[in-house]
């Protein structure tokens, strides 16, 4: 019942299905598939939106339940890729008012339009 939804190049909304008894869950979220190395969430409802990612990055995520008498055990693991972000370190040079010489750095992965 896992899925990734609301794909930005930053953040990801997770969302789940709810688990009788529940009063809280804890999302493990990392680049690998056991880690935990983006880190550690919680929440209360059945989503969770974790910002800070890296674009065009995979992760690997679960979650866990829990209540009063502890935490259950972790979901099977699902994953998502991230939306490329957008190039920057683009910059105007060599002014005047009938010419321009544009400049930029170089993207790995670019491609020509």
């Known amino acids: 019942g896992l899925n990734a939804t609301s794909l930005t190049s930053t953040s990801e909304t997770l969302s789940w299905n709810a688990v009788t008894g529940a009063t809280g869950y ?8 056991g880690g935990t190395d983006f880190g550690t969430f919680t929440s209360v409802t059945t989503n969770r939106t974790v910002s800070g990612l890296d674009s065009n990055r995979l ?11 502890g935490t259950g055990d972790a979901s099977a693991i699902s994953s998502y890729t991230t939306a490329p972000g957008v190039p920057n370190g ?18 790995i992965g670019a491609r020509t339009l």
């Open 26 to 33: 804890v999302i493990s979220v990392g680049t690998d598939a």
């Open 59 to 69: 992760y690997y995520w679960s979650v866990r339940a829990e209540n009063a008498n």
């Open 90 to 107: 683009l910059a105007a040079t060599s002014l005047t008012s009938t010419s321009e010489s544009l400049s930029w750095n170089t993207v």
